[in-house]
């Protein structure tokens, strides 16, 4: 078969090379250089004479006629052409020798039963007369472009699907720019449905700022009919919302080439905004047939050096000329490749023949592997000596992968066949035998392939019940129609078994057959019986329920249980009048609607939602509806399952009142809430109780985490322990320290709870705890002001009234000594000056007091500065000061580290001087004092220890805990002797630390006392001494 045309052809390469050709054939032109081109051509190219006899073939043709082309040259056409193109040719031929025009035409023969379409191309040659001398003919496979063809059906209903699924707008314009076209994506994109913007341009969404240049840009390759290259503008959407779309497109022309408007893709790209730049292919003119070629045409010298390279190198291999020049030709072959071509020309060397046809791969310069058809030659000078190799490669990649994807094709189906769930037998359409049957097709007949192969259909059903069918079914397959049906098959032991029957028509081999899937439905038989015992039950079911139960379709009832008219107040008859939109309270019934249509749509809904409803009487009733989509009567339908559910939220409405009073109380006294569940030790607080903690809402609750945060001594675990305990009052209350976890703060709480159990007898046990929790912090503060004034008062009356008293009755009583040995002798003896000297130790004495009452005094009142203080120094600074002590022997051993920092102000000298006063003071003969620093880490943070020792009398272990406290007698304190060792333990208190005194020796007062200070000291390392 064949088609011809006398009008130019439409592919314009291959016209142009024609063109070439006769330009080539031109007396003024190089015949050598057109001989060249030629030998170089994977066409098949030939010189007709008006005899019919070949004047010349090339070697692409000579090998497609399986001779040489001096073997060809002088033979006539149906010598050398398959028989079933000669008449074909021979026709055309003449058409071109009578009428001197061009012609082209497209045939195809078939080779080993497989059609193969080529493409003529005759063009006149004219002698000086103007007559027709010659005819030049170019012969091309377009095999792959007719394969191509057939696959652009399927593509085309590939690109339909595409375009309705796809996330980008498709859309068309007709001549005036008005949309006659959109795409289901224009919701997506714009907010409109497509209907809302037929007519309407797309300047009507761009904004203004942008229309001006858009309408610019559309106008002028409008004006060119040209595609739109891509370009990006901001558009107004329908909810008022800006977005950014690209937008390309291309002309749409009628058959007779008319312009219609445009067809492109409008895409949101808001969200990413990268400006492409518009790329633009612009066309190159080629020079001559090789510029027009496809294929890729090189020359190489003997050492395999690449001398020569048409431009169709930059899309073969991605190499620009000038790169590939001057290079070996292996350098482009990967290894296995290049040793097999080296190895076959060297073959052919020692053989003295040249290579002409291979297949091998390339490298391209972007990594990737080619493959590629060779043909080639060696051209030598006219005396035969050689010039170079000239081979011309043709890229079949795709071919090959079309190839590899026919085999995987075939594999595939052949698996998919074999492992489908259904039975599958394949049967001739014109003879109905089996030609084929799967291992589910084995197990639904009970027969072996096998058995099956060659057998009519029509036995593999029950008889009388196949033959009708089946030719019905043949006549639809033939027509190239899918048929569906019900129907039964025998089984090889007699059984009859229900199926359902899909029939497809399919090619194999260029045969049409018939494939039928084979689904046995006995279990959905017996399913639809026990889906109308089902129906029955929903029947007994929704008559019976007090649930409103109702199905509708469209805007009308078309069922409803009696539940629905009580709940409504409605009649039956009145329900089936109405619109189920009627019984929605106002404020809902767009909300339903809304829901209603996407869930007949298919999209997503809410399956479960609350509304409420009017009832026939004007009441509010709120509502928990469930809802499905379902096919009643064969139609698409709503169904709603609806609970009363007015009760509930009356009832919620008063909690959440409750809820909010109690938030405010709590927020008022500023208490929170905890629930614990001891079992699974989960814990549930309110806001206000996190706040109390400083933990940060939400994070993961543990007793162990909870009990870290209690200041250290504070746990009152006997408490709790007799809280939970079954026998106990099941509750307790408590107050302790925490410390904040956000930012350390100590906090005083207290804490109320109830306590839950659960079991009986030996089994009883805590299983929860609800309780309260209340910050006291300031409520504590202002008990320990009072304390501490209260303490401060009786201490300074005792002072005043006591030590300062006797102080001062010590003074006058020396003074009043002096003042009668004065009055006995008239004047003070050498040995009465101690009376004197006496007297003012008492008054020193007595300033002292008051200087330390004054310190202790301003300390507590904040009066002095908090520093860092390097405590090593300062110690060392202070034993400097005892190193002699007028009267006493004194050895001091100070044992320090310099640059552990504390935190305190400038009373901490005053610390270490009252413990060195105190070990001098009540000692007696020499004294050692030994004085050592140590670190020591507790709860994490870092502290100092300071060990002053002596070899004093001690402190007796019933004194121990009062040496710091003033001796106390009644409810006041009683007689004391100065603040010393008192100001140390409050000014080491307010530092933050402590003070206490222990044996020197353990267990033996009398071998000295060891007062112990430790003072928080900042995160610095204190080395041990060896």
Partial sequence: MSKARDRPPRNKRFADANASARDAMAPEHDDKLYRLLAEGSTDFIYVIGPDFRVKYVNRSGAWALKTTPDGARGKRLEELFPPDTVATMTDWLSRVFESGKPFSGEFVHQFNRENFYTHVLLTPFFNEEGKVDAVMGITRDINDLKNAGLALQESEEKYRSLIENINDMVWETDVEGKCVYASPKTRDVLGYVPEEILGRTAYDFIVPGDAGRVREFFGQYKARREPLPLIEYRVVRKDGTLAVIETNGVPVFDREGRFKGYRGVNRDITERKRAENAVRESEEKYRGLVEEISDWICEVDRRFICTYSSPRAKEVLGYEIGEIIGRSAFDFLPPDDANRIKAMISRADEAGSEYSFFECSLLRKDGRAIRVEVSGKAVRDSEGGFKCYRATLKDITQRKQAEEALKSSEALFRTLFENASTAIIIVDSDTGAVLDSNRN????????????????????????????????????????????????ILHKDGRRIPVIINITPMHINGKTVVMGFFLDITDRRQAEDALRESEEKFRLLTETSPTAIFIYQGDRFVYMNPATESITGYSHEELMEMSPWEIVHPDYREKVKELASRRMKGLYHPTSYETKLLTRDGREKWMNNSSASIVYKNRPAGLIVAFDITDRKQAEDALRESEERLRLCAATARFGTFDWDIVHDRHFWSPETYEIYGIPQGTPLTLDYLNSLIYPGDRQDDVVAAGLDPEGPGEYAMEYRIRRASDGEVRWVYVRTRVLFAGEGAGRRAVRILGAIQ????????????????????????????????????????????????????????????????????????????????????????????????????????????????????????????????????????????LIDNAIKHSSGPVFISIRMAPVR?????????????????????????????????????????????????????YGGTVRVEDRETGDYTKGARFVVELPAMDVVIPEKP
């Avoid at 008889?463 to 129907?487: K, T, W």
């Avoid at 002053?948 to 007689?975: H, Q, Y």
């Fill in 775 to 914: 910050d006291i912090t300031e409520q504590k503060e202002a008990e320990e002001m009072l304390a501490n004034a209260k303490e401060q008062v009786e201490l300074y009356l005792d002072l005043m009234g006591h030590d300062i008293n006797n102080m001062n009755m010590i003074a006058g009583g020396f003074l009043e000594l002096a003042r009668q040995a004065l009055n006995d002798d008239g004047r003070l003896e050498r040995t009465n000056i101690d009376l004197l000297d006496r007297a003012m130790a008492a008054i020193n004495h007595s300033s002292a007091l008051i200087s330390n009452v004054r310190k202790l005094q301003r300390g507590r009142s904040g009066e002095y500065k908090r520093e860092t203080y390097d405590l090593g120094a300062l110690i060392e600074e202070v034993c400097g000061e005892y190193r002699s002590v007028p009267d006493r022997d004194v050895s001091i051993s100070c044992d320090t580290v310099k640059g552990v920092q504390v935190q305190a102000n400038e009373l901490l000298r005053d610390v270490f001087v009252n």
């Fill in 441 to 488: 097709a084995e197990q639904l007949f009970g027969r072996t392939r096998d058995e099956m192969s060659g057998m009519i259909v029509t036995r593999l059903h029950p008889p009388g019940h196949a033959d009708d069918r089946y030719s019905h079914i043949a006549r639809q397959a033939r027509q190239g129609r899918i048929v569906n049906s019900e129907a039964e």
């Fill in 938 to 990: 507790r709860n994490g943070r870092q502290y100092c220890t300071v060990t002053v020792e002596d070899n004093g009398p001690g402190v007796p272990d019933r004194m121990k805990d009062a040496v710091f406290d003033r001796l106390r007698r009644g409810d006041t304190l009683s007689k004391g002797n100065g603040l010393g060792l008192y100001l140390v333990r409050s000014l080491v208190e307010s």
